[in-house]
């Protein structure tokens, strides 16, 4: 049964980097049939897409946040990363990773981590 | 501003139906698969429905879904209260190459 968790700090100030690691149990990250995927959710709100990669380092990004992000996979440790730039309060969220089945037309979410809450603050 | 669209809210009895409606366009539900997510508070989105109208494995046939056009629905019959939830829509948008999800409807069981 695969098994996703995210890692990585809480609190991030203003203008710096938000950095995220999802490690990945029970499953091959190299399969050619998945990707792997960000989404977020402000407080109260709803889901957000931020992107997703693949085992071979193809990557979609959602292009309202794509000049500041960066997607990345470690195939080794079986993880997948996410790097947001230049954040401010308006990304506190709480950060969901995810396998993501996406070919021909067919996208969905199927299996998700518990989800991580990143607040903006000084 | 979601790129889907659906009612913020819907309620209904104990054992009756509710159905939920996914606005979309011809770039994204028109003509792409659509998937279904619940999810209660403080927890993951879990997957309900994907391709349209399949349940993964230990979804109850009480949940179903349906697409045509630009449209899809969720219907739930047999309410329970462990129904409460936050219930979204997504698919891709093949003029964005994005991902994108409805703003989700809340559902009450009175």
């Known amino acids: 049964q695969v098994q996703l968790q995210e890692s990585g700090p809480g609190l991030v100030k203003p203008s710096e980097t938000l950095s995220l690691t999802c490690t990945v149990s029970?499953?091959?990250?190299?399969?050619?049939?998945?990707?792997w995927g960000w989404i977020r959710q402000p407080p109260g709100k709803g889901l957000e897409w931020i992107g997703s990669?693949?085992?071979?380092?193809?990557?979609y990004y959602n292009a309202s946040l794509a000049s500041r992000v960066t997607m990345s996979v470690d195939t080794s440790k079986s993880q997948f990363s996410l790097k947001l730039n230049s954040v401010t309060a308006a990304d506190t969220a709480v950060y969901f990773c995810?396998?993501?089945?996406?070919?021909?037309?067919?996208?969905?979410?199927?299996?998700w981590g518990r989800g991580t809450l990143v607040a903006v603050s000084s | 501003q979601s790129v889907l669209t659906q009612p913020p809210s819907v309620s209904a009895a104990p054992g009756q139906r509710v159905t939920i409606s996914c606005s979309g366009a011809s770039s994204n539900i028109g003509i792409n698969y659509v998937s279904w997510y619940q999810q209660t508070p403080g927890t993951a989105p879990k997957l309900l429905i994907y391709?349209?109208?399949k349940r993964p494995s230990g979804i109850p046939d009480r949940f179903s879904a349906s697409k045509s056009g630009t449209s899809a629905t969720l219907g739930i019959t047999g309410l329970q209260t462990g129904d409460e939830a936050d219930y979204y829509c997504?698919?891709?948008?093949?003029?964005?190459?994005?991902?994108?999800f409805g703003g989700g409807t809340k559902l009450t069981v009175l």
């Open positions: 997504g698919t891709w948008d093949s003029s964005l190459s994005a991902g994108v």
């Open positions: 990669i693949d085992y071979s380092g193809s990557i």
């Open positions: 995810a396998r993501h089945r996406m070919v021909r037309g067919i996208t969905y979410f199927d299996c």
């Open positions: 391709e349209n109208n």
């Open positions: 029970g499953d091959s990250i190299n399969k050619n049939t998945y990707f």
